[in-house]
């Protein structure tokens, strides 16, 4: 037996837009155990094969339709003939759905954020993509594609709390501040960084989730220590 057949198991899948059938490979819950988590939620593993982020988006081989869990189930007649057009019609046979490596990985993200742009999915669904395409060029040590799709997920964050479209998704408020604030710290804006913790931090609804409150505490106070001791060393240098 293939030791990832530990891991990783074939899901069934029928492509929202052209209806084939098809089994893609997901991770095995709880099968893998991070070493390292981000404050930006990106998990470590020492085998990729672990990694529930390559798995995260379903690719159709037939028509290169690519999505996540979080997609929109139907879309009107006017959409699915953009589908056809932008998507299957320009679409080389690729199989996605065995084991995956990184750049695979990363391919299927650029395949579902342009479905997503497509089929008009929402920003929260958007940011999601591009923040956990930003994750695979960390491990890849790419810092400025890393940079560049954190940015994009930053903007469409910002769209989506300034829209509430993330109501529909499974994200609490609170996360998606959190999210914003961590994602200012990592592009280097500690002011608005600072802004968005102390919105989960002073937050009426802070005791719904704890952890996310408790996460922002802690940035929060790190960023306030950083900061004090880059005064003091500016100081002491002036002096
Ligand atoms: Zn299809």
Same mark, same amino acid.
């Not at 899901?11 to 819950?29: E, G, T």
């Given at each position: ?17 052209? @209806? ?7 991770? %095995?819950? %709880? ?5 390292? %988590?981000?404050?930006? #939620?990106? *998990?470590?593993?020492e ?6 982020? $390559?798995?995260h ?8 339709? =690519?999505?996540?869990? =979080? ?7 006017? !959409?699915? @003939?953009? !589908?056809?057009?932008? !998507? ?5 046979k ?13 391919a299927?993200?650029?395949?579902? !954020? #342009? ?14 993509l591009?923040?956990?395409?930003a994750?695979? +060029?960390?491990? @890849?040590?790419?810092?400025?594609? *890393? ?30 501040? +959190? ?7 990592? $592009? ?5 960084? $600072? %802004? ?11 005791? =719904? ?9 802690? @940035? ?16 002491d240098?002036?002096?």
């Open positions: 037996m293939d030791p990832l057949d530990n891991i990783l198991y074939d899901k069934k899948f029928i492509c929202a837009h052209c @209806q084939h059938s098809f089994a893609s490979k997901k991770v %095995r819950l %709880r099968r893998g155990r991070p070493y390292r %988590r981000d404050p930006d #939620f990106c *998990e470590h593993y085998n990729h094969a672990e990694n529930p982020t $390559l798995y988006v379903v690719v159709c081989p037939e028509c290169g339709y =690519s999505c996540n869990e =979080s997609f929109r189930k139907g879309v009107p007649p006017q !959409i699915e @003939q953009l !589908i056809e057009e932008k !998507i299957a019609a320009n679409w080389t690729k199989d996605y759905t065995g084991v995956r490596n990184i750049p695979e990985a990363i299927t993200y650029k395949l579902a !954020i #342009f479905t997503a742009g497509v089929r008009k999915e929402t920003h929260c669904v958007l940011a999601g591009c923040l956990r395409l994750w695979l +060029y960390r491990y @890849q040590k790419k810092k400025a594609e *890393e940079e560049r799709f954190l940015r994009l997920a930053l903007d469409e964050y910002e769209e989506s709390y300034q829209t509430a479209d993330y109501m529909k998704s499974s994200m609490s408020e609170l996360m998606i501040l +959190y999210l914003l604030g961590e994602l200012h710290r990592q $592009l280097g804006d500690p002011a608005k960084a $600072l %802004r968005y913790f102390s919105k989960v931090v002073e937050h009426p609804l802070k005791e =719904s989730d704890p952890k996310m409150a408790g996460l922002a505490r802690d @940035q929060w106070q790190t960023m306030r220590e950083d900061m004090k001791k880059q005064r003091e060393a500016e100081r240098h002036a002096g």
